[in-house]
């Protein structure tokens, strides 16, 4: 069975994580030129799998394909909030992450899953999906659009409670989704969420009327991660 690593970094600046998956992405893809350079070469080197979950202090953060008109704020007012913005390499617009939000960011070798990107993306849709129905929360997809929706059948309803969005290189993935938990929905009102101007965005917290715990979120993510992708989770540390 396929292995991956969790690895929980509790809550960590978006640039060191961002920059801990660009290490791993890299040690991968040299791997792969290894094998293209010297496909006769006798080699013990694999691509290991990994599953970072992790939370950041407030930040913004621009999708390659997204449009910086879409943070409804100057530099002065980030300030003002204690947050930061990145523009980076995933796809997708612009999005929000802060505390109470649970972010994960799966680095897969697809070589060793499956290559189709669509399959991926809607994999990790089924992920929270799983992990909602848990809670007692509903979830589905909104035709024409990734990420998580409530009421996704009514368009005057719909509502997201996970984004995502990715980059893939040579079938190896990074960045992933966020799931509101128990996030600070006002943060939102300063960014026109995913680049969509006629959706609203929740949270478990606000569909539940209560606080969630988000150690057993995690575990739940895990746990279905798992699941949908057929692989077993080893707990491990993380080495780069």
Known sequence: MKKIYLRDLGCIEYGEAWQLQEDILKQGLAIKSQRITNPDAVTDAVIDNHFILCQHPHVYTL???????NLLINDNRLKELGATYFKTNRGGDITYHGPGQIVGYPILDLEQFFTDLGKYMRGLEEVIIRTLAHFGIEAGRLKGSTG????AEDLQRARKI????????????????????????????????????????????????????????????AKEFATVFEAEILKAEMVV
């Open 63 to 69: 999708g390659k394909s997204g449009h910086v008109e």
């Open 148 to 151: 998580v929706w409530l009421d």
């Open 162 to 221: 996970c984004a995502m969005g990715v980059r893939c290189s040579r079938w190896i993935t990074m960045h992933g989704f966020a799931l509101n938990v128990n996030t600070d929905m006002r943060f939102f009102d300063y960014i026109v969420p995913c680049g969509i101007t006629d959706k609203a965005v929740t949270s478990m917290q606000k569909e539940l009327g209560r606080a969630v715990d988000e150690q057993e979120v995690k575990e739940m993510l």
